[in-house]
């Protein structure tokens, strides 16, 4: 258990052990409206409650947005926010008008930066919503630059330091290799539910099977066991 951080969701958390292995990347994929966002925000909360700093990048939404989502599932943290214990790195303007990119050194400048906020600030868990800034392109070394400096920050921290990084299903990227959870919509007839899936867990004995989940308020993902 003691190399397990606990996500929040506490039949995933059993199915994994204790839950995402520490000090890694892991990948969270899945279609728009799907969950996403709710399980990174969740995946912070919980850490708020071991003592932890969380930090969350965001290059989709405003900070003012996350902060109403948080609000819009009951959850209340603004405490947090005051102690400076969740932080918001919004990257939206980090990247100007240009939507191409020919070379690295905007990523690295940017890995530079959520690392000097990671080690200001003692943070132990990061979500980056999403994990490429969707509104640019760039190829597939450029990508792996970024996501080479996410892993290299990661076994560099002095302290530990866990990454969960989101993605939508129809982003093909090879960059590089994670801990990899599914989730999906499922609809059989007029009846429609959502489904996650740990499809990757690296040196983790597990089941590997699907299991259906709800959002709700307070709770968040909610397994259906």
Do not use: H
């Not at 926010?81 to 940017?110: A, H, K, M, W």
């Not at 970024?146 to 090879?174: Q, R």
């Not at 539910?193 to 307070?218: G, H, N, W």
């Amino acid at each position: 258990m003691g190399n397990r951080v606990a996500t929040g969701i506490k039949a995933l958390d059993k199915q994994l052990r204790g839950g995402l292995p520490k000090n890694q990347l892991t990948s969270l994929e899945g279609c728009s409206g799907i969950g996403k966002t709710i399980f990174g925000i969740q995946f912070l909360k919980e850490g708020l409650f071991t003592d932890e700093r969380v930090l969350f990048v965001t290059s989709k939404d405003t900070p003012k947005q996350i902060r109403e989502i948080i609000s819009s599932m009951g959850w209340d943290i603004a405490w947090a926010f005051e102690q400076g214990r969740f932080l918001i790195l919004d990257i939206r303007d980090y990247f100007g008008e240009t939507e191409s990119f020919d070379n690295g050194d905007i990523f690295v400048n940017l890995i530079k930066e959520i690392k000097d906020i990671v080690s200001k600030n003692k943070i132990k868990r990061v979500v980056l919503d999403p994990a490429f800034p969707q509104f640019i392109t760039a190829n597939n070394n450029i990508r792996k630059i970024y996501f080479s400096g996410l892993n290299d920050m990661i076994e560099k921290s002095d302290s530990d330091l866990t990454i969960v990084i989101l993605k939508n299903d129809n982003v093909e990227d090879n960059a590089i290799e994670t801990n990899t959870i599914k989730m999906y919509f499922d609809q059989q007839g007029e009846i429609v539910r959502r489904y996650i899936l740990p499809q990757k867990i690296m040196f983790t004995d597990y089941a590997v099977k699907a299991i259906s989940f709800e959002i709700k308020p307070k709770d968040g993902i909610w397994i259906n066991e």
